[in-house]
């Protein structure tokens, strides 16, 4: 556990900086591809179910990304 007056890590900071649409766009393809993987490793789906799924899903890791970076961010200024 970090003590209530230390920084975050320089990764975090950084990441807080770039614009939404930045972490949108750097985000989506990583969660994207993660949750094809995914859907298709061990949750068995067949191909053409997953790569919909993979995109659905990244969509929505990604947008829940930015809402807690923004929260996360709005409590530290």
Known sequence: M???G????????????LPTWVQLAISFP???VLTFLINLG??????YRSIPYGF???AVLSA????????E???RR
């Open 6 to 17: 230390s920084s975050p890590p320089r990764l975090v900071l950084w990441w807080e900086g």
């Open 73 to 75: 961010r709005s409590k």
């Open 30 to 32: 990583i969660f994207a």
């Open 2 to 4: 970090r003590p209530a």
């Open 42 to 47: 061990p949750f068995n789906q067949p191909m």
């Open 56 to 58: 659905f899903e990244g």
């Open 64 to 71: 829940l990304m930015a809402v807690a970076t923004a929260s």
